[in-house]
């Protein structure tokens, strides 16, 4: 999505949670929010898991699934109730955690709140949600009650930049440019090696002889990793040109954002940036959450 027009998701939800998602990590690792998953009610009758929702959170070192809702458990007199997590990478088991267990002592209706962030590791690409009981305290005989399953998922993102006579965006001409945007997918490999892959068409109209192309910078929380560039297009005439862009020179663990801009090239050969306000635009890993 263009960094001027973040996704919808509540950012209020966003912003109370990130304080104590970073807080799992140390060093000067900073965690981004990546995607957030509902989590549909588990369980029925008298023990049911409500409200939840499941933050991931993504740092260079580590992925993280932030469990978040309330047990519900009612003529529980002496039965207790807990959430368990279970983690996968391709389709293995690489680690299981559960929460605190909440125990009834009468038959009344209880919420406890769930609040469960105990693990973190690069290659996280599964969780297993599940709402766990036990008929009797200390039994130590805990059963299923039912299961969900969540994957961190980085959610495309678009850029239109434009300038007098150079345009970056989709496929459609409109009036004066194009009418869509182009797109960012933040392919992700092994752990937390990310390849953001740009894609869209650079048009040059109505400047004969003109030369552009893409720029883009690459950055980490407080540095700039890279600076790559895709193929030139040059316009022979005054015509309308599109030049397919599909790039994706920069691969690291470290990518928080891009810089994506239109730069032209003078007679000496050199480049230069567009100067214009909407020629140049930011993709953040965490846009919008």
Known sequence: M????RRSLPRAIALLA????AAIFTGA?????????????????????????????YT??????????????????????????????????????????????DNKTWYYT???????????????VSLQKEQTENSGDWEIVESAYFSPTLEQDTVKLSSDGVDFGDSNWGVGGPLGSATVDWQQGEGMIL?????GYLYLNNVAGLCARIDMI????????????????????????????????????????????????????????????????MVQIDAGY
């Open 29 to 57: 690792s900073h965690a981004a929010i990546v995607d957030y998953d509902q989590v549909a009610t588990l369980g029925s009758g008298d023990y049911q898991f409500v409200d939840g929702s499941v933050q991931w959170s």
């Open 195 to 199: 390849t953001p892959r740009i894609r």
């Open 218 to 281: 690459y950055e980490s929380h407080s540095a700039t990793l890279d600076e790559e560039h895709s193929g030139r297009a040059c316009a022979p005439d005054n015509s309308r040109y599109a030049a397919n862009i599909d790039t994706a020179p920069f691969t690291s663990d470290q990518i928080y954002d891009v810089i994506i801009k239109l730069q032209t090239q003078s007679s000496d050969g050199s480049w230069h940036d567009v100067p214009d306000y909407y020629a140049k635009d």
């Open 60 to 105: 260079s070192t580590a992925i993280s699934a932030r469990l978040q809702g309330k047990i519900r458990e009612n003529n529980d007199n002496g039965s207790c109730a807990r959430m368990r997590m279970e983690y996968f990478n391709d389709g293995v088991s690489i680690a299981t955690k559960v929460g605190a267990h909440y125990c009834g002592t």
């Open 114 to 128: 769930i609040d469960l962030n105990n693990y973190s590791d690069p290659n996280i690409d599964l969780v297993k």
């Open 2 to 5: 263009n960094a001027r027009f």
């Open 18 to 21: 990130v304080a104590a998602s």
